[in-house]
């Protein structure tokens, strides 16, 4: 045992190549690496898709109704995340959803933070709203508007949400600790520490 370095140390004196070979027989690394990738293959486009769409709705909303969905975004982010994860363990568990290698994916569906949503609200509504309307007098339907005109105007947001999303799923800790039990889901934030 060694006393504290003395200032910074970026490399270690002595480095020990082996431990890395010695810690596969402690943890299964491939496979928690393998559940960290599957993870947020799979949550963070969704999460882009479902809060931009909320995004872009906040945006072309006019008058008390925009107001109204501001005003709910803004409470839901207000709300602790510790105050949801029994109800979600609940409901989750109801559905029969709980404990498989995508449950934590599943928290995608509501846009994983009301953050994102405003975020995309944002980005949408300082885009000429005359765009959109000439956009559906070409006849596009509303699925073609956010994809073929919100979506690439956006593109900083997209990227902003998406890394954002990225580094959420890839060190999430308490969702899959409170939502899988089985340590063969676990992703690798989880399994470093379990």
């Known amino acids: ?55 872009l709705a906040i945006a072309l909303a006019a008058g008390r109704a925009r107001t109204l969905l501001l005003g709910v975004s803004v409470a839901m982010l207000l709300i602790p995340a510790s105050a949801v994860w029994v109800p979600r363990v609940i409901v989750l568990r109801w559905l029969g959803l709980a404990d498989t290698p995508l449950t934590v994916a599943l928290l995608a569906l509501a846009g994983t933070t009301p953050f994102y949503v405003l975020l995309f609200a944002l980005a949408f509504a300082r885009l000429p709203r005359t765009l959109f ?28 949400v998406a890394a954002l999303a990225f580094v959420y799923y890839w060190s999430t800790f308490m969702d899959p600790l409170t939502l899988l039990s089985s340590p063969g889901h676990w992703p690798l934030a989880l399994g470093l520490r379990g």
């Not at 480095?15 to 393998?34: D, K, Q």
């Not at 956009?135 to 990227?159: D, F, I, K, N, Q």
């Open 133 to 160: 309307e000439a956009a559906a007098l070409e006849g596009m339907s509303p699925y073609a508007v956010w994809r073929r005109v919100a979506l690439p105007l956006a593109r900083p947001a997209v990227a902003a």
């Open 1 to 55: 045992l060694q006393p504290p370095p003395d200032g910074l140390e970026l490399w270690p004196a002595d480095p020990a190549w082996g431990t890395y070979s010695a810690v596969a027989r402690f943890l299964p690394l491939g496979r928690l690496l393998a559940n960290s990738l599957l993870l947020v293959l799979v949550a963070v486009p969704v999460t882009v898709v479902v809060t931009s769409l909320a995004g």
